[in-house]
Structure formats: C-alpha cells, structure tokens
C-alpha cells in the first residue's frame, strides 16, 4: 500500500477507534481524539509497516485504553 492510500486508510479507520474511547472512558470526542493522536499507539499504527491496520478498531482501542490507565501496551499474541 502507498503512502497516501495508507493515509486514506488510516482517516477511515481512526474514527470508530476515537468514537470507542469515548465512551469507554467516557470523555468528550475532541479529548478521545487528542488522547489517541498523542499516544504510542498511533505512532505505531501510522507506520503501515508495523501491521497494527490488521487489527480491529475494537482491538485497537482496547490496546489504546491499556496504554492510557496502565502506560504500557501488552499486545495478543498471534498462532
């Protein structure tokens, strides 16, 4: 995937990940959105070649709320 098609994807895919911290942490969507920007997780996640896109945006925001109560990201290991 290019550069910009992996931009394009990203757009799609980062607003049901903020929506979902939202109301999981129960907080307006600008800050869900500011907390997701400034997280380890999203400088992950907007380089395609960590592979973090073929997670879902329930995984993602799982892996997003562990990284805000706990500092640290402990991702699934896969078979």
Same mark, same amino acid.
């Given at each position: 995937?290019? #550069?910009?098609?992996? $931009? ?8 049901? $990940?903020? %929506? *979902?911290?939202?109301?999981?942490? *129960?907080?307006?969507?600008? #800050?869900?959105?500011?907390? !997701?920007? #400034? ?6 996640? +907007?380089? %395609? *070649? =960590? ?9 993602? =925001?799982?892996?997003? *709320?562990? +990284? $805000? =109560? =706990?500092?640290?990201?402990? !991702?699934?290991? %896969?078979?």
């Amino acid at each position: 995937m290019d #550069n910009d098609s992996y $931009i394009g994807f990203m757009a799609l895919h980062s607003h049901p $990940i903020v %929506e *979902n911290l939202s109301q999981m942490q *129960n907080i307006p969507k600008k #800050n869900a959105l500011d907390l !997701f920007y #400034n997280s380890k997780i999203y400088r992950l996640y +907007e380089r %395609e *070649n =960590t592979k973090l896109w073929h997670f879902s945006n329930v995984a993602l =925001t799982d892996l997003l *709320n562990q +990284e $805000i =109560t =706990t500092g640290q990201i402990k !991702f699934p290991i %896969e078979g």
